[in-house]
């Protein structure tokens, strides 16, 4: 499973933790949800593994943040290559 956020906040947190049900997930952050990608973001989604957090590059640098080690910058084209290339179910919140 693929989760697609582009907004921040406890309730899509909590909705990622109804909706995966434990399945192994992988995170794409886009907009105001790349501050997710920061280590205080991070502490947020520490009851999750995700085997994948991808965080939009133009994002963080328009937000000038700095991201978690386990965060993995990505451009427009990597964004369209993951969801193309996703075999698994895509959530959009």
Known sequence: MLF???KTGKLNVDLIGMISGGEESSLLLVGDAVT??????QELLSDFEFED???????VEAR???LSERCVPVTYSDMVDILMNHDGQIVSL
Do not use: E
């Not at 957090?53 to 994002?59: E, I, L, N, S």
């Open 53 to 59: 957090v991808f965080v939009h590059r133009d994002a």
């Open 64 to 66: 000038n943040i700095s």
């Open 4 to 6: 697609f956020l582009n």
């Open 36 to 41: 997710l990608g920061t280590p205080t973001g």
